[in-house]
Nanobody, 120 residues
Framework: VQLQASGGGLVQAGGSLRLSCAAS????????MGWFRQTPGNQRELVAT???????NYADSLKGRFTITIDNAKKMVFLQMNSLKPEDAAVYYC???????????????WGQGTKVTVSS
């Protein structure tokens, strides 16, 4: 299983970015997908998660500015980030809770990260 994240880059404060993450490989079912972020010297923190049925969960501080969506058919998750602030700068990682075979349990897989830089 591979998760490929994309869409990061440099944006001015107040601007927007849309991150994408595609899952591929031996996938029987995806239970949920999510985005986390990490800055140097800090732990990876939750941004948002979404289940295959569309139930979402956001970090409280990001509600209203970030929106997570999922495309189950394409095995993709998206993160729309609006009104970006310098403190949103981080490496953003996607993950997915995946069952690779019918007989297997669910496992968490991580993408490689995409860097977001916000200039003030």
């Amino acid at each position: 299983v591979q998760l490929q994240a994309s869409g990061g880059g440099l944006v001015q404060a107040g601007g927007s970015l849309r991150l994408s993450c595609a899952a591929s490989g031996s996938i029987f079912v995806i239970r949920d997908m999510g985005w986390f972020r990490q800055t140097p010297g800090n732990q990876r923190e939750l941004v948002a998660t979404i289940s295959s049925s569309g139930t979402t969960n956001y970090a409280d501080s990001l509600k209203g500015r970030f929106t997570i969506t999922i495309d189950n058919a394409k095995k993709m998750v998206f993160l729309q980030m609006n009104s970006l602030k310098p403190e949103d700068a981080a490496v953003y990682y996607c993950n997915a809770d995946i069952r690779t075979r019918r007989v297997d349990g669910f496992r968490i897989f991580w993408g490689q990260g995409t860097k977001v830089t916000v200039s003030s």
